[in-house]
């Protein structure tokens, strides 16, 4: 008996070891991997009606890099918003808000250290959709909050921005996320080993872009009200002489596989109705063999900074277009 107790226990610590052998290895061979998390003090609820946001004058880490958040509730990124100029206000999700990427190293930062014309106005955050884009447009373009002068707005339209009544379990990976929620948690933020083996065994960008990729349909509800509402916010815009576009950015496995599919039904759907449509890295995806240096280690959605600075370059590029 005691000697298959010191057996158990040998072999206990042999895999702690190996475990934490492997993690230092890839913390040193492989440091794109960051663990992910956003700090929760930097969100506060029903900031813009029904819609959380970022608490203003609060600060925090998100996927290991450093967050702070103006007394306005933008992530900062690239210079203090000056109340004498006009602002351009940026709608969008995680991927516009930056998980892993620096404030000033953002394409939003890039883009205000870029221009002195206008205050770059970033109020996004993670699990942003259409309707929340919406709320957070209400509060400060309509009833204009801040009296920050926005005359401009553009959406960073992400392809999970379609879905507003989808049940968390049913998106890739999500029963797992519920059944094993703590244990995950944990991991996500003290292990790399985990998204080494995570990219190893698995396409999560596959995943998820053919998940997306179902609601593009003419027919699909969800498609229907993110048109109508993305509409809405068009009209109200024109109504108040403000200029609006929205920018169809690109999951991985589309860069990799050339299928724009839902880009394509979106272009056709909102230029029709006279709204604004740019495409970066699309049109021209053979032009970009880096593809995966886009985005973070093993991400088909979040840009890293290389991909920050490449949207980034597009849009100053695209800033004199009207």
Known sequence: MKKTALLIGYNVVAVIFLFLLSELAVRLF???ITTQGTTRAIIA???????????????????GAPVEVDRYGFRKCGGK?????????????????????????????IVQAGIDSLNILNPSTSGYHVKNYRDVFTAL?????????????????????????????????????YLFSD????????SRLYYFLKNLLFDRPKSYYLFDKQFYDRENPEFQHAIDTILEI?????????????????????????????????EE???????????????????????????????????SNYGHRRLAEFMIAQLGTQ
């Open 183 to 190: 244990f995950l948690s944990f991991v996500k933020t003290h």
């Open 81 to 109: 918003i000056e109340t004498s100029r006009a602002s351009w206000l940026f709608l969008g999700d995680s991927v516009t808000f930056g998980p892993g990427v620096e404030g000033d190293s953002t394409f939003t930062g």
């Open 234 to 266: 068009s009209d109200s815009c024109r109504e108040r002489g403000i200029w609006f576009d929205l920018i169809l950015l690109p999951y991985e496995f589309q860069l990799r596989t050339g299928d724009f599919a839902p880009q394509d039904l979106m």
């Open 30 to 32: 492989i440091p794109r």
């Open 45 to 63: 609820d029903s900031l813009y009606g029904s819609t959380y946001g970022l608490k203003p004058q609060s600060a925090g880490k998100s996927h």
């Open 269 to 303: 759907v909102l230029t029709n109705a006279g709204i604004r449509i740019k495409r970066p890295f699309q049109t021209d995806a053979e032009k970009y063999p880096d593809f995966k240096a886009f985005f973070l280690y093993g991400d088909g959605i979040h840009f």
């Open 141 to 177: 373009a309509i009833e204009d909050r801040h009296h920050l002068g926005i005359e401009r707005v553009t959406i960073f339209w992400c392809l999970n921005d379609v879905y507003t009544n989808v049940p968390f379990v049913e998106i890739p990976g999500g029963k797992i996320r």
